[in-house]
């Protein structure tokens, strides 16, 4: 590779990976900024054009890009959660599907002129809501259970579904124009080799994905290479498939990561999440190039009916499809107009679009080569409407989770609950998790919100919705439970998000107990364990809430503290809640109110 080449390439995936972080820290929706960024340095400075950069290894780095997307599409694909998301999902996702792929595809035809090659290729791309986009949106509009379901499970199913209406609809054109070259085949001929193409793909699809999972299941490929052997087995597959038949290698490598997901795999999150790692540096470097490789005569031929096409597509076509779908369920009017309105398109749908419009232009498909910038439009626009109008539609309805700052606190004891109705009192949402109805029994008969069952289930992942969740408190009697409790919500919730009791007060000890990387931050004092909580609150302790005024300050307050209060937590005037030790950086001010655990007021003294 050229030194030039190799700069350019570094400059994409750092540029990309910035932007990522730039779109968390201010969030905002990454796919925007990374589709501006592409177009700045492509058609409108003109320093990055990829096809004369890149040359004819474009198409392939695209393709096997696209193919681990694909993949890690497939791997979130689970039936059990298909089946228990409901008839209302089940209707999205098939009726509402096929709705959105003919109305698009007549919209396309009829209004913005295109063929119908094209006009059915963009039908079946745009009915992809990919969760991609959907999730951090979710995150940040923090919608009720019910209604933040039914997005998350449309975009999830939709992705593959999608993916493969796509390739499906490519392969039939694929087959026409074949056919139209070599008339002498026959058009019985060519359906039939695209028939046995598919089910070559569906066939190895399945097949790897069980010779995979049962490699793994037998211990034939250990720990630290199941990653990689993964991701080779995807390529491989792909590019076995496409020799046979073209692009029918997506259709496989989907098949194969719906097939690993739902094996069972012991370590099937872990995988996941170094897919996730993959697929997020492809995502940002997929969307700088294609949209930098975008030709400004191209987007000049964008008129007024491309224009009418994404209206249609966005204020007609998705409204009508929810309506018609969703008639006779148990979907309320507000989720209704809400799912009407929320369908951002993602990263597969621009990838499908990349990947696909090459061939067909190289074909002389008439208007192939505005299929790109046609998805690439209806992608930002759907991301800016959708992305800021989200989080106040939904509290317009009555949709939005009433304080997005709540807590699950796993392990129901004594102290635990009166912790939960002290946060309650103050309307923090709290959900309290215990595998004993016994030890729940308190918590249910002060009305608080309960999960009986083991909390790093799978059927509580599924089950389980946590949008007003931003905080777990694990605070079990066993020291190593909790620190699994918090490796398995961190990376959802945050480093700073997940706390558990310490292990030893000593902390010259500290080299004894999990490593910091393998267990959550320290909650409230580090000197206080779980045996001393149980024996405060036999000893009569309570906690208590505390509001700052004008007249009594937070100087007040620590002055007149007594001398063994244990600091618990801030909840800011704006409901925003943050636990100690973390409070500490940032001093309570004038309105918001100190959770404390301590001695009743007669039996304490205050500091001197």
């Known amino acids: 590779m050229e030194p030039n080449l190799i700069l350019i390439f570094s400059f994409i995936v750092v540029l990309g990976v910035s932007i990522q972080w730039l779109a968390w820290r201010f969030q905002v929706p990454a796919i925007v900024l990374l589709l501006m960024a592409g177009f700045a340095?492509?058609?409108?400075?003109g320093w990055l054009n990829p096809e004369q950069t890149f040359g004819h290894i474009l198409p392939p780095l695209i393709a096997l890009?696209?193919?681990?997307?694909?993949?890690?599409?497939?791997?979130?694909?689970?039936?059990?959660?298909?089946?228990?998301?409901?008839?209302?999902?089940?209707?999205?996702?098939?009726?509402?599907?096929?709705l959105t792929w003919t109305l698009n595809t007549a919209a396309a035809h009829f209004i913005a002129d295109l063929s119908w090659p094209i006009a059915t290729l963009f039908g079946a791309i745009s009915v992809v809501t990919g969760p991609t986009v959907l999730m951090p949106l979710l995150k940040h509009a923090r919608l009720q259970r019910r209604t933040a379901a039914l997005l998350k499970w449309e975009g999830i199913v939709n992705d593959p579904l999608g993916a493969l209406l796509a390739i499906l609809v490519f392969q039939y054109w694929a087959v026409w124009y074949w056919v139209l070259e070599s008339p002498e085949h026959g058009i019985l001929a060519a359906l039939g080799n695209l028939g046995l193409g598919l089910l070559a793909?569906?066939?190895?699809?399945?097949?790897?994905g069980y010779l995979?999972?049962?490699?793994?299941?037998?211990?034939?490929?250990p720990e630290f290479l199941k990653s990689p052997v993964m991701l080779g087995a995807v390529l491989l597959l792909y590019v076995a498939i496409n020799a046979v038949q073209e692009e029918a290698g997506l259709l496989a490598v989907t098949v194969?990561?719906?097939?690993?997901?739902?094996?069972r795999l012991r370590n099937i999150e872990e995988l996941r999440r170094f897919k996730e790692h993959i697929t997020l540096i492809l995502v940002s470097t997929l969307f700088i190039v294609l949209s930098a490789n975008i030709e400004l005569e191209t987007l000049a031929r964008l008129n007024w009916r491309s224009l009418a096409l994404l209206g249609i597509a966005i204020f007609l076509v998705r409204p009508l499809s929810v309506y018609l779908a969703t008639l006779g369920t148990g979907i309320k009017w507000q989720e209704r107009l809400l799912l009407a309105w929320i369908a951002p398109r993602g990263i597969v749908a621009a990838s499908m679009a990349g990947l696909l419009a090459f061939p067909l232009i190289h074909q002389g498909f008439e208007g192939a080569d505005q299929l790109l910038p046609l998805?690439?439009?209806?992608?930002?626009?759907?991301?800016?409407?959708?992305?800021?109008t989200m989080s106040g539609l939904g509290r317009l309805l009555g949709l939005a989770a009433h304080n997005p700052h709540g807590v699950l606190i796993v392990g129901a004891t004594p102290w635990s609950i009166d912790l939960a109705r002290?946060?309650?009192?103050?309307?923090?949402?709290?959900?309290?998790?215990?595998?004993s109805w016994h030890h729940l029994r308190a918590a249910r008969l002060s009305n608080l919100e309960i999960y009986r069952g083991q909390i790093l289930s799978e059927v509580a992942a599924t089950s389980l919705e946590l949008n007003a969740i931003s905080y777990v408190l694990a605070v079990t009697a066993n020291d190593a439970y909790n620190a699994l409790v918090c490796t398995r919500f961190a990376p959802q919730l945050g480093q700073n998000h997940v706390f558990q009791l310490p292990s030893i007060a000593n902390s010259s000890e500290e080299d004894k107990t999990f490593a910091r990387s393998a267990r959550g931050r320290i909650a409230f004092d580090e000197n206080t364990q779980y045996e001393d909580f149980m024996r405060h609150y036999y000893h009569g302790w309570e906690f208590h809430n505390t509001q700052l005024t004008e007249e009594y300050t937070y100087e007040d307050y620590l002055q007149d503290r007594p001398r063994d209060m244990i600091l618990i937590a801030v909840v800011a005037k704006n409901g925003q809640l943050t636990f100690y030790p973390l409070a500490d950086l940032n001093p309570p001010e004038t309105g918001d109110t100190i959770i404390s655990f301590s001695p009743d007021d007669s039996e304490s003294e205050p500091e001197k």
């Not at 340095?41 to 400075?45: K, S, Y």
């Not at 995979?212 to 490929?221: D, E, K, N, T, Y």
């Not at 998805?375 to 800021?388: D, E, K, P, R, S």
């Not at 002290?422 to 595998?435: A, E, F, R």
């Open 256 to 263: 194969a990561g719906v097939v690993v997901a739902n094996q």
């Open 41 to 45: 340095l492509g058609p409108v400075l």
């Open 212 to 221: 995979l999972s049962w490699a793994f299941h037998r211990g034939h490929v």
């Open 65 to 98: 890009s696209v193919a681990i997307i694909l993949f890690e599409g497939g791997l979130n694909l689970q039936w059990h959660e298909y089946k228990e998301a409901g008839v209302d999902v089940r209707r999205l996702v098939s009726l509402g599907l096929f």
């Open 375 to 388: 998805v690439f439009a209806l992608i930002a626009a759907t991301v800016i409407l959708h992305g800021l």
């Open 422 to 435: 002290s946060l309650k009192k103050l309307g923090i949402p709290v959900i309290v998790n215990d595998t």
């Open 201 to 208: 793909a569906i066939g190895a699809g399945i097949g790897f």
